[in-house]
């Protein structure tokens, strides 16, 4: 799914080496592989592929690309096995024909500007998360801020990248 995932913004730590999934736990049976030097997967049962650990603040940056018709996502702050993207996660979808929350949206949390079309080319995503502040920019245009204002924003959890439906890198 991701061709360089992830730097968190005091240590430079690289979630992706490149080469394996050390460092990743799949919570499906998604057929994530390495192909490449990429992260991908395309079939199976819809889920994430997870970090090992949690992360809280920090910087995210990544380079996706979704197959025509695709749904997919980047979980933050994530349970392992997320079931409520209002609670348990924040879901920032990469999905142009989501209807609710389309493309650069935290699904049930905030729809993004719509209008976003990433199907078939590279994009990069980066990601500041930083206590209950969330800014995206996509391919360096700001696209969403958010500022969780329930009464329990998340602190930290897994990152996970998503496999719903279609091709995924």
Known sequence: LFRSVARCRKQGFQLFDGHTLFGWTAN????WEVRDGV?????????Q????????????LCDFRLAKGGNSGVFLRSAINPK???RDCYELNICDSHPAFPTASLVARKKGPGGI???GEWHTFRVQLLGPKIDVDLDGQRVLSFQDRSARPLASGRIGLQMNAGRVE
């Open 28 to 31: 499906s049976d998604a057929n």
């Open 39 to 47: 992260i991908l997967a395309d079939s199976g049962t819809p889920g």
């Open 49 to 60: 592929l997870v970090t090992s650990v949690p992360f809280a603040d920090c910087e995210l």
């Open 84 to 86: 409520d993207p209002g």
């Open 117 to 119: 079309s990433v199907e």
